[in-house]
């Protein structure tokens, strides 16, 4: 049955059913209510919590539990998930899978608390060192932020990779209707004996590294990822289409942001324009071909691309977009949260 | 669908007024989303709530022009009155605010909840306005869905509850007058 939840609460219940019994973090507004949540209800469940002494410990913490072979995650904000990046960039190129969440502030530097969308780059482009992706889920309702959080597991072990899932303040703070799918049974969970650290069980050693001093074993090394992120992009890659099927005036928004649109886009089409969304849900891989298919339309004006920063994601959608259309720009930053009414004025008047 | 900004002191129960009304749209099988400001904005000035309920989905939770807005305080009503849609409500919890809204093209409605709930339940004023809530709602949310909203909130103290439901019941008699 649908409750209640507030989308920090939720993340941290759907990742317990999911099987994730091991959180490390440290706290930063607007993400609280998961370490508050998961505090009582890991050890509840058999699991464990840990509030580190600082977002790097939290990190390091999360790189050996899951080279340990357990289901583990982190979750921060903004300023947080910055020092956690050198751990990502050592989780990724160890292959070690691994849920982080970051619910955004606005930026740059410790920025304010309200709803941001400025880690776009960060986030996508990988904010650590070195050449590699984590995979990043954007999800703009509470029931998809649970939906998301309980297959992030599987898609992290089924790629052996960190998946970074990220909402704003603004959805870890509201409450909407939800429903949490069954508990997983943790004997049907993958059998990570292969690879893991789990323990001296056939004298086989595991190790777990991100070392590789020599250049051609790096190179082959970086070749197998890249490979790997290839079939990532085949395999995972989602958006949602929103009245685009006529639409002469296409946004482009992920997240919270995509929500605005849809009103805006109500609003617009009472008023007899024809306008529609392309809410990229992961955010890497990119929904490229969605929106380069509705580039060759001919019915199409031009893009805008809105978000919650001075324009990020944008450059994904001019990639996309290739030339074709013209792409434009709406946002606001600092913390504040542009109306549908913005919206509406904007594709009418051009400001 | 109803838009609806509930705003007040933080310890006014502004947040679980809203909570109060999006646990009543989910027992009446309504779609809800309920938006709280938060941070240091919560202390001091103005701690507010932004609540919707449809039959449809909900798409942008923040709300520009609301349908209702419930100011518990005037700083409140100051900030909020002038977005309020035209043919939209306004109710001030008149026991704080003293003075009137400067819109002519709304219903204004000034409700001394504190008195009114204190001679039930000294902290049942939030629960009061949900009672005065549902007449304006004009029947998409039952008095029913309402007593199994409170019933569920105040799961852990049932004491609470029958007072609680009285104050809900004292209210929706009080807006019956007002509201046809």
């Known amino acids: ?351 | 669908m109803q838009k609806i900004i509930i705003s007040g002191f933080g310890g006014q129960g502004v947040l679980s007024l809203g909570k109060f009304i999006s646990y009543s749209a989910i027992e009446q099988n309504l779609n809800t989303s309920w938006l709280p400001s938060y941070g240091p904005e919560m202390r001091g000035g103005t701690a507010n709530c932004s609540v919707i309920y449809s039959a449809e989905d909900i798409a942008a939770p923040v709300i520009d022009h609301p349908d209702i807005l419930i100011a518990f305080n005037e700083p409140s009503l100051d900030k909020f009155e002038g977005s309020v849609k035209a043919g939209g409500v306004i109710i001030t919890n008149s026991d704080i605010v003293h003075k009137k809204t400067t819109r002519k093209d709304v219903k204004f409605y000034q409700v001394p909840v504190d008195t009114l709930a204190a001679a039930i339940n000294k902290r049942g004023a939030n629960v009061y306005m949900l009672g005065v809530l549902l007449p304006i709602f004009n029947g998409d949310i039952s008095e029913e869905a309402a007593i199994h909203a409170v019933e569920h909130v105040f799961e852990s103290k049932p004491k609470v509850i029958p007072s609680n439901i009285e104050c809900l019941k004292a209210g929706i008699e009080y807006m019956k007058k007002f509201v046809k």
Not at chain 1, 180 to 204: Q, V, Y
């Open chain 1, 1 to 351: 049955m649908k409750k209640l939840w507030k989308g920090n609460e939720a993340i941290a219940e759907a990742a317990v059913a999911a099987g994730c019994r091991y959180f490390f973090g440290y706290p930063i507004t607007p993400q609280n209510e998961i370490p508050e949540y998961l505090s009582w209800r890991l050890p509840e469940v058999g699991g464990a919590f840990i509030q580190a002494e600082s977002e790097v410990s939290a990190i390091n913490m999360l790189y050996g539990a899951a080279g340990a072979g357990a289901r583990a995650m982190t979750s921060s904000s903004s300023p947080g998930i910055s020092l956690k990046q050198e751990g990502i960039s050592y989780i990724a190129a160890a292959e070690l899978p691994c849920v982080i969440v970051n619910m955004m502030r606005s930026g740059p530097g410790l920025g304010g608390i309200q709803p941001a969308q400025g880690d776009y780059f960060q986030a996508t482009k990988g904010g650590g060192h070195g050449d590699y992706h984590p995979i990043v889920f954007a999800p703009s309702s509470i029931q998809e932020f649970v939906d998301i959080t309980y297959g992030a597991f599987d898609v992290a072990d089924k790629y052996r990779t960190p998946v970074m899932i990220i909402g704003d303040g603004m959805l870890g703070q509201m409450m909407e209707p939800a429903e949490i799918p069954p508990m997983r049974d943790l004997k049907t969970l993958p059998d990570k004996n292969e690879w893991a650290a789990c323990g001296h069980s056939d004298g086989r050693p595991r190790i777990i590294n991100s070392l590789r001093i020599e250049p051609d074993e790096l190179e082959a090394f970086n070749n197998h990822l890249f490979k790997k992120y290839e079939e990532i992009t085949k395999n995972e890659t989602r958006c949602e289409e929103y009245l685009t099927s006529d639409a002469e005036y296409i946004f482009v928004a992920y997240g919270s942001v995509a929500r605005i649109c849809k009103a805006a886009i109500v609003e617009l089409r009472a008023q007899g324009i024809k306008a529609g969304l392309i809410r990229p849900i992961t955010l890497y891989p990119y929904p490229t071909d969605a929106i380069a298919s509705k580039a060759k339309c001919d019915k199409v004006k031009k893009f805008i691309t809105v978000e919650m920063s001075m324009g990020q994601m944008i450059e994904d959608v001019r990639l996309a977009v290739n030339g074709l259309k013209p792409v434009e720009f709406y946002g606001r930053s600092g913390g504040n949260v542009m109306m549908p009414a913005d919206l509406v004025k904007y594709v009418k008047e051009g400001k």
